[in-house]
């Protein structure tokens, strides 16, 4: 009861903005169509929504700003390593970015480790033993940082049950998608591309913004970016 007590007798020592004032500052706020729609094509392109922002660039005449085949390329990528096909993943980087792993000799090692998780995963051990000591033993020689993830990684054949072992996560799907993620991104990199859509970021500094106003003014929230809908105190 004191703690509740306290709570109210912050919030009445605080400032109060009714809804109708709220709703009043905001519409001073001027923000364009234009923008808006450059906000959203941008998050589009770099998650990989072709589709929805070739139908935004049709309807708003909003510039994409690079060529939206190549959207499907990235995403074709991605979805190799997210399923496991490394192999096919790198194919089809070379591809499309012939430079690209030459120049990032840690994205290239990170690709070759999860070829090696991958025949592990499939039982593949002879295979997987001859690939670790041709592919990414020779790299580790040079980098000690390659040597402890080559290392790491080895270690699942010491296991019977790897997936329950210490490194059983390289075996989990979120393992791929760190590889596919550090892929995405070098490859946005060297299109010269956002590497990550400005969307979310803004969302963050309104929930920071949200929380730097709580310590000062009691007003209306949005409690949900789901729903964002502004909502009383």
């Given at each position: 009861r004191?703690?509740?007590?306290?709570?109210?007798?912050?919030?009445?020592?605080?400032?109060?903005?009714?809804?109708?004032?709220?709703?009043?500052?905001?519409?001073?706020?001027s923000?364009?169509?234009?923008?808006?729609?450059?906000?959203?094509?941008?998050?589009?392109?770099?998650?990989?929504?072709?589709?929805?922002?070739?139908?935004?660039?049709?309807?708003?005449?909003?510039?994409?700003?690079?060529?939206?085949?190549?959207?499907?390329?990235?995403?074709?990528?991605?979805?190799?390593?997210?399923?496991?096909?490394?192999?096919?993943?790198?194919?089809?980087?070379?591809?499309?970015?012939?430079?690209?792993?030459?120049?990032?000799?840690?994205?290239?090692?990170?690709?070759?480790?999860?070829?090696?998780?991958?025949?592990?995963?499939?039982?593949?051990?002879?295979?997987?033993l001859?690939?670790?000591?041709?592919?990414?033993?020779?790299?580790?020689?040079?980098?000690?940082a390659?040597?402890?993830?080559l290392?790491?990684?080895?270690?699942?054949?010491?296991?019977?049950?790897?997936?329950?072992?210490?490194?059983?996560?390289?075996?989990?799907?979120?393992?791929?998608?760190k590889?596919?993620?550090?892929?995405?991104?070098?490859?946005?990199a060297?299109?010269?591309?956002?590497?990550?859509?400005?969307?979310?970021?803004?969302?963050?500094?309104?929930?920071?913004?949200?929380?730097?106003?709580?310590?000062?003014?009691?007003?209306?929230?949005?409690?949900?970016l789901?729903?964002?809908?502004?909502?009383?105190?």
């Open positions: 004191d703690r509740v007590n306290r709570t109210r007798a912050s919030m009445n020592a605080k400032k109060s903005i009714a809804m109708s004032e709220w709703e009043r500052r905001l519409s001073d706020v923000v364009s169509k234009a923008d808006l729609n450059r906000l959203v094509m941008n998050y589009l392109v770099i998650e990989g929504y072709r589709d929805a922002a070739e139908a935004l660039q049709k309807e708003s005449g909003t510039d994409p700003m690079t060529d939206l085949s190549n959207v499907s390329d990235r995403m074709a990528i991605r979805a190799a390593i997210q399923r496991g096909d490394v192999e096919e993943g790198i194919a089809k980087v070379n591809d499309l970015e012939p430079r690209l792993l030459d120049s990032n000799p840690t994205l290239f090692f990170h690709l070759q480790q999860q070829r090696l998780i991958e025949l592990i995963r499939k039982g593949q051990i002879a295979e997987a001859k690939f670790a000591q041709e592919e990414l033993a020779p790299q580790g020689e040079d980098n000690h390659f040597l402890e993830e290392e790491r990684t080895m270690a699942l054949l010491a296991f019977e049950d790897a997936s329950a072992s210490p490194v059983g996560r390289l075996l989990d799907y979120t393992q791929r998608q590889t596919a993620g550090e892929l995405n991104t070098a490859i946005l060297s299109q010269a591309q956002e590497k990550e859509p400005r969307l979310p970021a803004l969302l963050r500094i309104l929930t920071w913004g949200q929380t730097q106003l709580d310590e000062k003014l009691v007003y209306p929230h949005i409690n949900s789901m729903a964002a809908k502004i909502e009383e105190p």
